[in-house]
């Protein structure tokens, strides 16, 4: 075995979303950092290149990461379909300059379409599928010692020109497990809510409901939550040593489990740091918190994501979203009630919709009285149930660094893209200008509500105006553009649950599926 340890490169890639560039705020990338902490607990040298945070060219990463000299580079995002097309043609300029180490790409799409990835991009070297602290340092633990490949559970990679897919890794069932690699970042770079120190953070992974369209849920597989009492001290460690003042759920679902999420909220509020919370639940789990909010606002809980998606009741059924109209209307006023501010995304495009449709859906998201929207375009991703469903729709963008559900993606038959657009802009400034919103933009007593609000409307702004500029004078949709089927291939929604639920820990696994 080498004594030198190899030298590790963690890149986050740029990503061309309008939400990565228009604020001129960032958050850390946490799914690096979470790579970085054992790598750096095992011995290993480690460096991050956040390249979104630098806005950098293609050209600056590289020379950039040449200076690193590392021995293995390790590419994710958190965007991971859109910034696909740019992470391929950044491994491509990285290999040219540094030959000789091994790329590792990592994330939600290329856990899925690992095959295609390892076929048709030989820069790239490895894949890991799935959760990646243990799988990464695996992976590295065995480059160092040049041990078998195959007895890395949770690999694909090439060898002799075949793409070899090992067995699924074993789900990571303590998250305390691994630690944040906290101190690869300079804290005082990233920010969020309006300048406020802020970090990306997880207390759970995993969702156990059965949404046909989220990418997420089957990629964490089974829900699990970090120690209440272990988290709560990390995140007040955070602001004493490092200033942090926000807090960033990462997580599908946080409150998951009501013991285990008020255990947190209590132990975070006996920590007495003046810590912002913000993340997303389900309006079903607000309901069922209704006499443990103040608990929430307590612990510094300011703003909650809903997903409300649509207010048709068959949409709901049909995408199995598992929640109605009444509960969502009721948790949007448990949180106004309690000084936390609601967030409502709605979601465009499920079904074949009409412009009488856009105008019900104005309507109800009046009735549900939100205190802020954001209102998205689907996005079929092919390991998702949902694609099937909609593998006959006509693809209108085939750019897909534009898959970023701010975009629209698949035409609606009834109504042309440009009126799709226009409903969808003027019910997002119908909605954020309202005088119920502006008199809480204005008036409302409590100031972190208020600059929740003014902060939310003057980015919104911003964006709103990019984008009507956007579509106006760049955008680039077909008219008569290939099915979803002919435009990315069939479904892969067999490969939909990643981690193996059953095998307890990473030791030594042989190979049980070779690549095609």
């Known amino acids: 075995m080498p004594n030198t340890p190899l030298r590790v490169a963690l890149i986050n890639p740029p990503h061309t979303a309008i939400g990565s560039r228009i604020p001129c705020e960032h958050l850390p990338p946490l799914g690096l950092l979470s790579i970085g902490g054992p790598l750096l607990d095992a011995g290993f040298p480690v460096q991050l290149l956040d390249a979104d945070l630098d806005n950098l060219s293609l050209d600056e990463i590289v020379q950039r990461t040449v200076a690193m000299q590392p021995d293995v580079l390790m590419l994710g995002h958190s965007g991971s379909s859109s910034v696909h097309v740019t992470v391929v043609e950044l491994c491509r300029l990285l290999k040219e300059q540094l030959p000789q180490a091994r790329v590792v790409y990592g994330g939600v799409h290329p856990t899925y379409h690992w095959d295609e990835i390892l076929r048709d991009c030989p820069q790239i070297d490895f894949i890991v599928r799935g959760e990646g602290e243990q799988t990464a340092l695996a992976l590295v633990r065995a480059l160092q010692s040049q041990a078998p490949l195959l007895e890395v559970a949770g690999i694909a990679y090439r060898q002799d020109g075949d793409v070899q897919c090992t067995v699924d890794a074993p789900m990571l069932r303590n998250l305390d497990d691994y630690r944040v690699g906290w101190e690869l970042i300079d804290h005082t770079r990233y920010s969020y809510w309006g300048g406020k120190r802020a970090v990306v953070v997880q207390f759970s992974r995993g969702c156990p409901y059965l949404c046909s369209y989220c990418g997420q849920r089957g990629f964490w597989t089974r829900w699990r939550h970090r120690d209440p009492q272990v988290f709560a001290r990390e995140l007040a460690r955070l602001h004493r040593e490092q200033g942090v003042e926000l807090i960033n759920f990462a997580d599908e679902l946080p409150t998951g489990s009501r013991k285990a999420w008020q255990a947190f909220l209590e132990a975070l509020i006996a920590e007495n740091v003046p810590l912002l919370l913000v993340g997303s639940t389900r309006a079903s789990d ?218 307890p820990a990473l030791n030594s696994e042989r190979v049980i599926a070779r690549g095609r």
Do not use: C
């Open 286 to 503: 607000i309901v069922r918190d209704a006499d443990i909010l103040h608990l929430y606002r307590q612990a510094g809980v300011i703003r909650f994501l809903l997903g409300i998606e649509s207010y048709d009741e068959a949409t709901l059924a049909a995408i199995r979203k598992g929640g109605n109209v009444r509960e969502d209307q009721q948790a949007i006023r448990l949180l106004r009630q309690h000084g936390i501010v609601s967030m409502a995304t709605y979601v465009v495009g499920f079904q074949e919709e009409t412009d009488r449709d856009y105008w019900r859906s104005f309507r109800h998201l009046l009735r549900y009285d939100p205190d802020q929207i954001q209102l998205l375009y689907v996005t079929p991703h092919r390991w998702t149930p949902f694609y099937e469903t909609a593998e006959s729709r006509q693809v209108i963008q085939t750019d897909t660094r534009r898959w970023d559900y701010k975009h629209q993606v698949l035409a609606v038959r009834r109504v042309p893209a440009w009126r799709v657009f226009l409903w969808f802009k003027l019910i997002e400034v119908a909605m954020q200008a309202r005088p119920k919103a502006l008199a809480r933009v204005l008036w409302h007593g409590d100031a972190d509500f208020r600059h929740a609000m003014r902060w939310y409307t003057r980015i919104g702004r911003r964006v709103w105006f990019h984008e009507v500029a956007e579509f106006i004078f760049s955008s680039r949709l077909l008219k008569h553009g290939p099915t979803l089927r002919e435009f990315l291939g069939p479904t892969l929604a067999q490969r939909e649950y990643v981690l193996d639920k059953r095998r």
